[in-house]
């Protein structure tokens, strides 16, 4: 079998059905790579874009740029469930409100919120996830988290449904969103589609299906530059790429807080914290 790539970005189409940990074990296999993890995951229902990091890139999870994130979502009025998407079971039941009421509440979900996250997610109280001890008949005491909404593009706003684009930081739960419009407006609702189209700087549009793991075709896995758009690229001689991969310190010749430090065939090196006058490498991808 050929060589393939063991360092760097892959971008998976999610489908329906599969767990974000599921399409990191068909990558697993694909890449015959151990090392690789999701930037951000998505619930089984769920669509869309999943940003894999593979082999030494995932050391680099802190700094690749994930935000903003941009879902496309339906929203079903009349219930609400215990997971407060399609996947629950319906908990309370209610008119379905005026279109006007839907869209006039839309500003109140926006901006800086305080979330409470759904019974059923993988938050943790006391080291136990929320989703296992609903699944044993118990519910933890959740706390609020603050989260940002951006804002919402409205697609189509009938009585029972919303279909919207929600653009959001990351921690930001849609299935919550849907729960919490439903009840300031005097109704219920639920999520009954969610499509992740875009994460920072990636789109789903750039995203292999499925189908291209499966089948172990040729995978191009993408720079991990890719995910550093905003950093500042400081590119160095020999004498600075071996003193980085001894994890000593170079001079910072451009702006900002961190750098992407590139070797002399302008590929990414390690990633840097500004010092003084000197970048000190924080996550160095080739040693010595």
Request: charged share 25%.
């Amino acid at each position: 079998m050929p060589d393939l790539p063991t360092d760097g970005l892959l971008l998976v189409d999610k489908p329906a059905g599969m767990t974000s940990h599921d399409v990191v074990a068909l990558a697993r296999r694909a890449l015959r790579v151990r090392r690789i993890g999701h930037h951000g995951t998505l619930d089984p229902f769920a669509t869309g874009l999943l940003v894999l990091l593979v082999g030494r890139v995932t050391r680099l999870a802190p700094f690749i740029a994930g935000e903003p994130k941009v879902y496309e979502a339906r929203i079903r009025f009349g219930a609400e469930t215990d997971s407060d998407d399609l996947t629950g079971t319906v908990t309370r039941e209610a008119s379905v409100p005026a279109r006007e009421e839907v869209l006039a509440a839309l500003p109140s979900l926006t901006g800086t919120l305080e979330q409470l996250p759904p019974t059923v997610s993988a938050k943790q109280v006391g080291g136990e996830r929320a989703h296992a001890a609903a699944r044993a008949g118990r519910q933890l005491e959740l706390k609020p988290a603050t989260v940002v909404v951006h804002g919402w593009e409205v697609h189509e706003a009938r009585p029972d449904e919303l279909h919207a684009t929600i653009r959001c930081g990351g921690g930001t739960y849609i299935r919550a969103l849907a729960r919490d419009l439903g009840r300031m407006i005097g109704s219920a609702a639920h999520l009954t589609s969610l499509r992740r189209i875009a994460s920072g700087p990636f789109n789903v549009a750039d995203a292999i299906p499925l189908e291209a793991l499966r089948s172990g075709g040729d995978l191009l896995l993408r720079s991990p530059l890719d995910g550093l758009p905003d950093m500042a690229r400081e590119s160095l001689d020999a004498a600075g790429v071996a003193a980085v991969r001894h994890g000593r310190g170079v001079p910072a010749t451009l702006p900002g807080d961190f750098g992407a430090l590139l070797n002399d065939e302008g590929g990414l090196l390690a990633v840097a914290e500004r010092v003084d006058d000197s970048w000190q490498p924080r996550v160095v991808l080739s040693a010595a």
